[in-house]
């Protein structure tokens, strides 16, 4: 049996990479009945009934299930950064990657547009990122740095790009994998927006045997709908003080003797991060505040 990965689908129609080739394909009867469609990410059983068409008998099961954009078997989510124009947004950036946390992506970052700014700030982004626990990688397609880095990350996975507007997340595709034309350039908030609503997810092809979805920008995101006991695990660099504080159940805000602040006083946890973290703990109480 031969495997093929949904690209796009939309409206019952679906393509599917099989074989090497895009097919169209209609979904088995079963699945329209139980209100089950695909997702563009699925792997599925295609039977061929005509030239370049088929059905989809089978959906693999998934290892995981994007919401927004509703993408199936998602392993990693690449969050791209300006380093300037626009300014990076270490709040968002945090925010992000509290979204990847809790959806069980690897998450991987960006620091584009290096060819604009001093490497010392690009770099020292990179150590504090790199100390919480993550991959960064300094890029800019202007230059080339950084990006034969990226296209082995994106290799043998299915990945979303994620970041704000501008911040040269098609440019990173299109250099990348030079010809998939990606449109890049400024596009007007308010058009932005509508497109956005409109769009239909697509995964675009890459030659390392990846997938990978371009996202259009956003400048705000909400966070997971989540209990503030779980915030901290979805800080990794958290992990080591977890069962550390006096108290049992700390949220590390402003109970005493709490091993996670005593790390941030030393320097041993970057304090900008932890700002993130008692923001967004103020906005999930808040949010419980209001139900
Ligand atoms: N100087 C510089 N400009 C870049 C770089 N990457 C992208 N840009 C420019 O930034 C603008 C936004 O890029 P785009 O890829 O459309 O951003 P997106 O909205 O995140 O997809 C475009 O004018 C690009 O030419 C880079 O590495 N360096
Ligand atoms: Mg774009
Ligand atoms: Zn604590």
């Known amino acids: 049996m031969i495997e093929g990965v949904v690209i796009k689908g939309y409206s019952g129609h679906y393509y599917v990479k099989y074989k090497g080739k895009i097919w169209e394909c209609s979904l088995r009867g079963r699945f329209r009945l139980e209100n089950k469609p695909a997702l563009a990410g699925d792997r599925v059983v295609v039977r061929e009934t005509g030239k370049g068409k088929g059905v989809i008998e089978e959906i693999l099961p998934r290892v995981s299930e994007l919401a927004r954009p ?32 809790y959806e069980g992506l690897e998450a991987v970052i960006c620091i584009n ?88 997810v697509e995964l675009l092809e890459l030659e390392v045997e990846g997938f990978v979805a371009d996202t259009p920008g956003f400048s705000s995101l909400n966070l997971p709908e989540m209990e503030t006991e779980n915030l901290a695990a979805c800080f990794p660099e958290f992990a080591s003080y977890e069962g550390a504080c006096k108290f049992n159940g700390c949220l590390h805000l402003a109970e005493p003797q709490c091993a996670v602040k005593n790390a941030v006083a030393q320097g041993l946890i970057d304090k900008s991060r932890y700002r993130s973290y008692e923001a967004f703990m103020k906005e999930l109480e808040g949010r419980k505040r209001r139900y």
């Open 113 to 200: 547009k290096c060819d604009l700014v001093d490497l010392d700030f690009p770099q020292l982004l990179k150590n504090t990122y790199g100390k919480a626990g993550y991959r960064v990688i300094l890029t800019s397609t202007v230059t080339g740095m950084g990006i034969e880095d990226l296209r082995s990350w994106l290799a043998g996975r299915i990945s979303v790009i994620a970041g704000p507007s501008g911040a040269g997340k098609s440019s990173l595709l299109n250099a990348v994998q030079p010809g998939l034309m990606l449109k890049t350039g400024k596009v007007s908030a308010k058009i932005g927006r509508g497109k956005h609503t409109t769009r239909h």
């Open 70 to 101: 509703p993408i199936a078997n998602v392993e990693m989510v690449v969050i791209v950064m300006a380093a300037k124009d626009p300014a990076i947004n270490r709040e968002l950036l945090d925010r992000m990657l509290v979204m990847a946390e």
